[in-house]
């Protein structure tokens, strides 16, 4: 091989492993917004209790997106 072609072979590795390193940390970056994610939703299921309570929510929601909507008429 001639030196020219070897430079350009490194090159093209030194390249290629800073892009897999940019892809291994853009997916640690992935995994953790999926874990505060699921976390968050956690939190928010516990907050809003079991089914009655949502369908309570939603119930007082949409009532008052209704009388919301109503009012613009």
Do not use: F, P
């Amino acid at each position: 091989m001639t030196s020219d072609a070897q430079t350009k072979m490194a090159d093209e590795l030194k390249t290629r492993a800073i892009q897999i390193s940019q892809i291994q940390r853009q997916l640690g970056e992935v995994q953790l917004a999926g874990k505060q994610m699921s976390q968050t939703a956690q939190t928010l299921e516990g907050v809003l209790g079991g089914a009655s309570r949502r369908l309570v929510l939603g119930e007082v929601t949409l009532a008052a997106l209704l009388l919301e909507d109503s009012a613009s008429i």
